[in-house]
């Protein structure tokens, strides 16, 4: 690896102290700017920022957790007043913006989109007016392994730098599906550093793959209709629309994320961002959140450019709207208390069509020189221009009420890990206590067919509720929904009908299968003697035999429906193990340290 001298003139040798700004004027390049087919390294990109915290009290680098590299995962920010306290902050009224980048390392432009944007907003005097109402934290760069990780064949389809990191991080996982199940050290550290900063706005740098057109850059938002009404109508017609206006008046006219089923003037659909990806993963928390994904093949200048120039578009719109962000956000913070419905899964309204202009470039067919048939390409001597079907409603398929609150036995310690880096208010029970709860039985659920990100997911989960009496521990624990921050994410992980649920990523796979079984020749005359004290299941038996000729003919498949409708089959098989608590109850709690 090269290390590169960033610093035309001097070093932090003559800067004792920070300085104040204005009085060190000399402009630091960032090697972006000095090769414009270069993106930072994991060392140049650290040490600029090195750089600038030497020189500005107005800006903060810090190592936070480990990352799967082994390496600190780094977190920078500006503060003009150099006040870096979260809740001192909000209480003045200003927006915090979290800004990623290098979750996908083979897409670097916000790495050096950032790293220009940061040096700018410390040097230059126009630029500083756009945080006069907001503080910028960045990630410089967020997958390490993956940044380390450096080629230039990878990215295959994609127009420049001349080298770039890897999608998969140390363990080759994809941390833009691992914001829930958390299994990188990445994820983990991020949860905490999103619950210390609480930003308003996030945005986490991409680039698109895909179909061809004219725009550098393509905007995927939080999906509107899985955000708060509020915030879904301030995103769509008024934070969307400002952004859409302003990046066009600087030639980089975007369009929604391309997400088709084949060229574009097939029709374009609304992603539904579920909480394993980062835009969803804040949406739980009431953030607003950006992809911008710049397109693939338009040059590594360009959409560096685009993407610099989207992040200061949406600083400039909060020099307006700061306010109205923030008193928003804390009112649904607070407000989440009275949230009765929590909807959980959603499907594309087909039924409502919108209508897009969009300039892209006509799809044609020729015969493929590799494989004989027919492929597709786009002509760019034939660009047009054209309204095409546009899909962004969703409808919700899934909606819980919240219960009261949730009791999670003391032994899933890696579920209890990950609400605490979310911040979550957690009790435990200081006796043990026997009360009416409902849990669910899992009465049907599919699994992937194969590994998905260290995981068999599961998926399309069904449950039967059930009211019971259950016996909870000491030291279980007890965390209620009614919380300034969480009540979303605690009923999007902790309900398993949920698609990125805890069971749906496999925390719960150990109460899936039956432990105990029964030894036919014993069972035999234990199952006799119940049939003839239970005529009722007898005939219930009978009349299966009757219906079900297969059922007829096996006996094995008799003696263990039997078993499972008498009191020697275990209660526990495919119960839910963390318990619905409906109504509060006085209990013996303690409350945990954070
Ligand atoms: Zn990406």
């Known amino acids: 690896m090269t290390f590169r001298i960033l610093v035309v003139t001097g070093a932090t040798l003559f800067f004792p102290g ?23 390294t994991y060392a140049e990109a650290i040490d600029f920022y090195k750089q600038l915290d030497a020189r500005y009290e107005e800006m903060s680098l810090e190592e936070w957790g480990l990352t799967d590299a082994g390496l600190p995962l780094h977190v920078a920010a500006i503060s003009l007043d150099g006040d870096f306290d979260p809740d001192s902050i909000q209480k003045k009224g200003k927006c915090i913006l979290l800004v990623n980048n290098a979750i996908h390392p083979g897409e670097p432009d916000g790495v050096d989109a950032t790293m220009m944007l940061f040096r700018d907003l410390l040097q230059d005097p126009a630029k500083r007016k756009l945080i006069e109402h907001t503080v910028i934290v960045a990630i410089p760069m967020y997958n390490l392994g993956g940044v380390l990780n450096r080629n230039s064949t990878t990215r295959a389809n994609q127009n420049g730098p001349e080298s770039y990191g890897f999608r998969g991080n140390s363990r080759n996982l994809d941390l ?8 990188s050290k990445e994820a983990q550290t991020f949860n905490q550093v999103f619950h210390y900063w609480r930003p308003d706005l996030f945005v986490d740098n991409h680039v698109s793959n895909g179909a061809d057109y004219t725009y550098t850059m393509t905007l995927l938002a939080t999906q509107k209709d899985k955000l708060d009404p509020i915030l879904a109508d301030y995103l769509v017609k008024t934070l969307w629309p400002e952004l859409n206006t302003r990046m066009a008046e600087k030639n980089w006219p975007m369009v929604p994320y391309m997400n088709t089923n084949g060229p574009p003037e097939t029709g374009l659909y609304g992603f539904l961002d579920l909480p394993r990806y980062s835009t969803g993963y804040a949406a739980l928390f009431n953030c607003i959140g950006f992809m911008p994904e710049t ?8 959409r560096v450019r685009s993407t610099y120039a989207f992040m200061e578009t949406l600083l400039e719109v909060m020099v307006r709207d700061y306010w109205w962000v923030r008193e928003n956000h804390d009112i649904l913070l607070f407000d989440r208390a009275v949230l009765k419905k929590v909807d959980l899964d959603w ?11 969009f300039k892209g470039y006509a799809a044609k067919y020729k015969p493929s020189e590799v494989t004989g048939f027919d492929r597709l390409y786009y002509d760019r001597s034939e660009p047009y221009e054209k309204n095409i079907p546009y899909y962004p409603h969703f409808k919700p398929t899934l909606s819980v009420v919240p219960p009261q609150a949730y009791i999670i036995p003391q032994g899933f310690t890696e579920v209890l890990d990950r609400l605490r880096w979310n911040g979550l208010e957690m009790y435990r029970l200081t006796s043990d206590v026997e009360i009416p709860v409902t849990q669910y039985y899992i009465r049907n659920y599919k699994d992937r067919r194969g590994p998905y990100e260290g995981h068999y997911l599961h998926y399309d989960v069904e449950v039967d509720p059930v009211e019971r009496t259950a016996l909870f521990r000491a030291g279980d624990v007890v965390v209620f929904t009614q919380q300034e921050e969480g009540t979303r994410f605690l009923v999007s992980v902790l309900e398993p009908q949920a698609p990125d649920s805890y069971f749906c990523w496999n925390f719960f796979d150990g109460n899936l299968d039956q432990k105990e079984y029964f030894s036919a020749y014993v069972f035999e005359d234990i199952a006799a003697e119940f049939l003839k004290e239970h005529p009722e299941v007898r005939e219930e038996l009978e009349a299966l035999k009757k219906e079900d000729p297969d059922f007829a003919s096996n006996p094995r498949r008799q003696l263990d429906w039997v078993y499972r409708h008498s009191p020697w089959y275990e209660p526990t098989h495919r119960l839910y193990p963390v318990a619905r608590l409906l109504e509060l109850k006085e209990l013996p709690l303690e409350k945990e340290e954070k």
Do not use: W, Y
């Open 295 to 302: 397109h693939m093949l338009k040059p590594f200048r360009d």
């Open 18 to 40: 920070k300085a104040i700004f204005g009085q060190q004027a000399e402009r630091l390049v960032t090697p972006f700017e000095k090769n414009e087919n270069h993106t930072a």
């Open 347 to 357: 499907e594309i309204d087909t039924t409502q069509v919108d209508s897009l202009l």
């Open 176 to 183: 833009n599906r691992d914001f829930i199940k958390c299994d």
